[in-house]
């Protein structure tokens, strides 16, 4: 049972209770932020603190714009819009901070409002963010109205009645909640919708999985003016949800990059122990310091710098007549995967657009590796012989040489764990001379999947496509395509690839096409 605090004076009580409900502090989270807690006031320790600091200042105006645009699309018909906030920050920059201002303003402000707090661990969540929410509570002008328990604020049990019987407002999901999340459950992260107001918001967001991002959309189908999904995190990862927000083409989101040098009233030996430690230009330092995405994450087993600087690489002079040119298949799995041909000559897997198809049975698959054939002419053909066993005995049946490649068999190299591992590490060394399409399926197939290592010998390797879909991934398809041209190792022209009837199957073959 939580115990009553005691009660400030009625006067005092309705001056509160009368600022937090006016219109300026519902839409404005910054003014909140200044008179609810006691900057500069002797004795309490915020003593030496004018307010929050520049970029936590920015932040909380830029909500307070999005409240006035969203009332002026209402006006006009039109549905109001989430706003949608990452912020990616070296190390004691103030996240913590602005994460409770932004929680006591929406439970102080909107009565009846939900907020949402989750976090990459339960010890970061319970201990460091919500101990740090309990803290700026204490502090502020409206701690009478509300009770803390470990990862949960709501209201005063005299609060709860007075919205009740005055106000008729149902405070069942009134409150700022700590929900934890499963990877392998995501449909547990799921919750209630809320017509008042909705905020969710995650600490550390680099750590949450990809798959709890998409489910978290969910609590925005309430059409209504006050919805908010905040992220903060060192920007640890680049395989995450957090890292799509910055980076991915079709991100909505706003964004912003705090480097902790920047921050005039904190101490940075630390920060500067990472730069002379690791050098300016580490990952340490871009993670740690200057809130940047590292170039390679740390169970990344593809560096995304490495991918990118092969998607704008030019290659002169080259000649597809001095290379073996090779054709990789990777046949789609379940339904939601995609089936792919890739090409690579040598240096160059540009040149030659993949294809890539939705829905098609093997029958089909072998009509489009037959027709690439008739048209690009390869001199070797790789198939996945997992998923595409079909289609290569059907190819095989027609007169086709076909290597077939299984990714589950066990590698020629001892440091890696199966075939599919030791392909990939061919295609990562292969990168930094190679050129690839600008596609971004092709790129986050790349980087999306991490590394383990197994075994007494700490065997590297990679993570699966069913892993992959568990973190909310999509099945690297045009990836593993790629990665097939690396079965043939130095491989040369192949001047005795078998083409039987090749007329009359080209007549076949377009028939069934067309």
């Known amino acids: 049972m939580r115990t009553q605090k005691k009660l400030p004076p009625v006067a005092e009580i309705n001056e509160v209770q009368q600022t937090l409900f ?107 963010t919500f101990g740090e929410i309990g803290k700026w509570l204490t502090m502020s002008n409206m701690s009478f109205m509300f009770e803390q328990t470990q990862m949960n604020i709501s209201p005063s049990d005299w609060y709860a009645d007075l919205l009740k019987k005055e106000m008729k407002i149902d405070t069942t999901h009134y409150y700022a909640q700590g929900k934890l999340w499963d990877e392998e459950n995501p449909s547990g992260f799921a919750g209630q919708h809320s017509d008042i107001g909705m905020m969710v918001i995650f600490d550390e967001a680099s750590g949450i999985p990809t798959n709890i991002w998409d489910v978290a959309q969910g609590y925005f189908s309430d059409k209504i003016l006050h919805r908010y999904f905040l992220a903060f995190s060192n920007p640890r990862s680049t395989s995450s949800g957090f890292y799509d927000c910055f980076e991915h083409p079709k991100s909505d989101w706003n964004t912003r990059k705090v480097n902790a040098l920047n921050i005039p009233d904190i101490d940075h030996a630390v920060h500067q122990s990472y730069i002379d430690k690791y050098g300016a230009d580490s990952d340490q330092a871009r993670v740690e310091v200057f809130g940047e995405f590292p170039k390679t994450g740390e169970r990344q087993f593809i560096s995304r710098s490495t991918v990118e600087e092969a998607s704008t690489r030019r290659i002169e002079n080259n000649n597809f007549k001095e290379d073996a040119l090779i054709m990789g298949v990777d046949v789609a799995r379940y339904g939601s995967d995609t089936s792919v041909i890739a090409f690579r000559a040598g240096r160059d897997a540009r040149t030659i657009p993949a294809q890539i198809y939705s829905g098609l049975d093997n029958m089909q698959i072998v009509a489009k590796v037959e027709q690439a054939i008739y048209q690009f002419n ?114 040369k022209k192949n001047l005795h690839t078998s083409r039987k009837g090749k007329a009359k199957r080209y007549r076949e073959v377009r028939s069934v096409l067309d």
């Open 22 to 128: 006016s219109d300026f502090m519902r839409e404005n989270p910054y003014a909140f932020t200044v008179w609810n807690f006691p900057w500069k006031q002797k004795g309490f320790r915020l003593e030496t603190q004018e307010g929050p600091r520049a970029w936590q200042k920015e932040i909380l105006l830029d909500i307070g714009v999005h409240i006035k645009r969203q009332k002026e699309r209402i006006k006009q018909g039109l549905p109001p819009e989430v706003y949608k906030l990452a912020v990616s920050s070296g190390r004691g920059v103030g996240k913590s901070a602005l994460v409770s201002w932004l929680t006591l303003w929406m439970a102080g402000c909107h009565f009846g409002s939900t907020v949402i707090v989750s976090a990459n661990t339960q010890h970061q969540l319970s201990d460091v």
């Open 378 to 491: 390869p001199d070797f053909i790789c198939i996945d012989g997992g998923a595409g066993a079909g289609v290569i005995d059907r190819l095989r049946e027609l007169g086709y040489k076909i290597q077939e490649v299984l990714f589950g068999s066990a590698a020629t190299e001892n440091q890696y764990f199966d075939f599919r591992t030791e392909l990939y590490a061919r295609l990562r060394d292969w990168l930094p001379g190679g050129m690839i399409p600008n596609d971004q399926d092709l790129k986050t197939g790349l980087c999306a999947p991490e590394k383990e290592l197994i075994g007494r010998e700490s065997k590297e390797k990679l993570e699966s496509k069913e892993k992959m879909k568990k973190r909310g991934i999509k099945s690297p398809d045009y990836a593993d395509a790629l990665a097939l041209t690396f079965s043939i190792k130095g491989a």
